[in-house]
């Protein structure tokens, strides 16, 4: 139900009908398969006519395909599958990257986090126990379960939409991106990953391994989402703050990352320069509202006007300050 984004029938009619077929749970062919483990994804090499389906295996075969002219990676398929229904695009040669373990890797030491570039979302939520609470509140407002089933964080990053969920929160935790090819590897401080409206510096043949997130976790961290619905919805500003303060309250450091306000998701580095050595205070959250006003230029769309916009995120900087006040309480 919760992909079900039809608002004018309602929820509880489409669950009444539903319930009026048939028992819930009648004990079918269907639910025997679903009392099963789910079948392992394996290799497929598939043709029709022009077009070619690949699925390989380990990381190494997908390097070695991705390195021929044409080929479309796939990852989840959450923004392909909609170029396709929607705006009826086609790529001769697909390559999926769900079967690659090496791409789906997670693990956490006492220095970063590693997460796999082709880990689905609710793959990640069950297996980072020891996520800030701020992961999951951002979770929470990714899209719907049936899509977080599917997204990667690896094809959200890609997509560089400027207003795609994962960017701000990564760029506020400091994530790095380690980007391979047959010819090595190199890791790329998110930040510097997007070059443009939807481009990033991917070169032909580079895939993004993993993604890494430094610890200790900031301190102070949180996530705000803003768009005309509560829940399933696309941004129309996503911010994400992180602040670290000495035993005065002094601002040690500061990473304040935005999406929606420019072509590209993008750290004010503007505002987090006006508050270092600064008191955390309101006279600080003021100098930081002033150099957002000089240094972001957001856009304007069906979804809210560049005044809004900047409005919303000066508005977000000063909520930040209000919940971390509380926080030290």
């Not at 032909?204 to 976790?217: D, R």
């Not at 670290?244 to 420019?262: K, T, W």
């Amino acid at each position: 139900m919760g992909g079900n984004l039809c608002r004018c029938t309602g929820y509880r009619p489409i669950r009444d009908a539903a319930l009026s077929l048939s028992v819930a749970f009648p004990d079918d062919v269907f639910s025997q398969r679903l009392r099963q483990p789910a079948p392992a994804v394996t290799s497929i090499d598939y043709s029709s006519g022009a077009a070619t389906f690949l699925r390989p295996a380990t990381l190494a075969e997908c390097l070695r395909e991705v390195q021929i002219p044409g080929s479309k990676v796939i990852a989840g398929a959450t923004d392909l599958g909609v170029e396709s229904n929607l705006r009826f695009r086609r790529w001769n040669r697909l390559i999926s990257l769900e079967a690659a373990p090496e791409l789906q890797e997670f693990s956490e030491t006492a220095s970063h986090v590693t997460i796999g570039a082709a880990l689905p979302l609710t793959d990640l939520a069950n297996r980072w126990k020891s996520a800030p609470a701020v992961f999951h509140e951002w979770l929470h407002l990714f899209a719907s379960p049936t899509l977080r089933n599917r997204a990667t964080l690896g094809g959200n990053l890609v997509t560089a939409s400027p207003i795609g969920d994962s960017a701000p929160f990564l760029l506020a935790m400091n994530a790095t991106l380690n980007i391979v090819a047959i010819k090595g590897e190199r890791l790329v401080p998110l930040e510097a990953f997007f070059t443009g409206y939807r481009k990033t510096l991917l070169e032909p043949g580079e895939l993004i391994h993993s993604i890494h997130i430094p610890k200790p976790f900031p301190r102070h961290l949180r996530f705000y989402k803003i768009a005309k619905r509560q829940m399933d919805d696309i941004s129309t500003v996503a911010a994400a703050f992180a602040l670290e303060l000495d035993s005065r309250g002094r601002v040690n450091a500061a990473r304040f990352a935005f999406g929606g306000v420019a072509a590209v998701p993008m750290r004010a580095v503007a505002a987090e320069e006006a508050i270092i050595g600064r008191v955390w205070n309101l006279d600080a959250v003021e100098r930081a509202q002033a150099a957002l006003q000089n240094s972001i230029q957001p856009m304007s769309d069906h979804r809210g006007s560049a005044e809004y916009r900047l409005e919303v995120s000066k508005s977000l900087l000063e909520k930040f300050w209000c919940e971390t006040q509380e926080a030290r309480q």
